[in-house]
């Protein structure tokens, strides 16, 4: 069984950075895909950022340029730098993981999640 915990949310001014880590409780998590998720009050959970086993990434079109997904499989370790926030990206983010090679932004495939970790983003 995989378990995923993240760390890492707060309270932040628009403008400011946050890093999210989400750990991973196996000994090694190869072959998994891992994806950032989020969901706002009201609103459906989306896909934020994925990476895939072999480095490959994804990105939604509101965080591209603003947002980066690394891996450090060393470590069970997947990291989301956010930087620019607007308010817009409060919401509860997720990590959640997936045995396959390639990764998606698409909530369904996605068999073992955290329990999320809160980003305000408020002046």
């Known amino acids: 069984q995989l378990q995923l915990v993240e760390s890492g949310g707060g309270l932040v001014q628009p403008g400011g950075s946050l890093r999210l880590s989400c750990a991973a409780s196996?000994?090694?998590?190869?072959?998994?895909?891992i994806g950032w998720f989020r969901q706002a009050p009201g609103k459906e959970r989306e896909g934020v950022s994925c990476?895939?086993?072999?480095?490959?990434?994804n990105y939604a079109d509101s965080v591209k340029g603003r947002f980066t997904i690394s891996r450090d499989n060393a470590k069970n370790r997947v990291y989301l730098q956010m930087n620019n926030l607007k308010p817009e990206d409060t919401a509860l983010y997720y990590c959640?993981?997936?045995?396959?090679?390639?990764?998606?932004?698409?909530?369904?495939?996605?068999?073992?999640w955290g329990q999320g970790t809160q980003v305000t983003v408020s002046s």
């Open positions: 990476i895939s086993d072999y480095g490959t990434s």
């Open positions: 959640a993981a997936v045995r396959r090679l390639w990764c998606g932004l698409g909530p369904e495939p996605y068999g073992y």
């Open positions: 196996r000994a090694t998590w190869d072959s998994y895909a």
